[in-house]
């Protein structure tokens, strides 16, 4: 089975600090990566996709890829109550099937 | 502005009575996707379909059908429902399959 592995959390930290989420997979094959975030019922929304190795950043969000150790993760700075929520990282296979992580909910206190 | 619109939002069923859920998109994707989200739990993929060609999971119970009448419209029809089957039902889509995919809001399935 093609794994896609997050720590769940909690993960808290205070206002304006970075957020770090990682995540690992255990298909060499995948390709394509991507983080989603999502708020207590409410439905993913991507935030970032990351394809090659290295750093992608988009605002406050950086996402990087080490294809080598097999690992993504997902930094926010200066984090806001508002990035409250759990954050799914997602894996592309050679096949293109999309395998989820079970997430990592992060909470930012004021 | 281009979306993926899912409906109901909210549905109630109760035991063994049949329940369609439905999913359209303005975003002229080629791929509609179905997932079952549980709580704390990841998306599982239940079956897709490229165009007109459709995918199913190894693993999706064949308690789950699909159809999608054309490009716009995708249905997940579950023939009888079990206490087991209340989730979150989300409908995700794709330019391609290499592509990103985008998600509705998802339908809240209650099996009473």
């Known amino acids: 089975q093609k794994e896609v592995e997050q720590n769940s959390g909690p993960l808290s930290v205070p206002e304006g600090a970075i957020a770090s989420l990682n995540c690992t997979y255990s298909d060499r094959g995948s390709q394509s990566f991507f983080w989603y975030r999502q708020y207590s019922g409410k439905s993913p929304e991507l935030i970032m996709s990351i394809y090659s190795n290295g750093d992608k950043e988009d605002g406050r969000f950086t996402a990087q890829l080490n294809k080598a150790s097999q690992y993504v993760s997902l930094l926010i700075r200066d984090s806001q109550p508002s990035d409250s929520a759990t954050y799914l990282c997602?894996?592309?296979?050679?096949?293109?099937?999309?395998?989820f992580g079970a997430g990592t909910r992060l909470t930012v206190k004021p | 502005d281009a979306m993926v619109i899912q409906n109901p939002r909210y549905q109630v069923t109760q035991f063994g009575k049949p329940v369609t859920l439905s999913c359209s998109q303005t975003l002229n994707h080629n791929v509609m996707y179905w997932y079952q989200q549980k709580s704390s739990q990841a998306p599982k993929l239940l079956f897709h379909y490229y165009d007109k060609d459709f995918n199913n999971e190894a693993d999706t119970p064949d308690n789950f059908q699909s159809r999608r009448p054309n490009t716009s419209f995708c249905f997940l029809d579950i023939r009888s429902p079990g206490l087991g089957d209340a989730a979150m039902y989300l409908c995700a889509t794709s330019l391609t399959k290499n592509y990103e995919q985008y998600f509705g809001p998802g339908t809240r399935l209650t099996v009473t």
């Open positions: 997602a894996g592309k296979d050679n096949n293109n099937d999309m395998r």
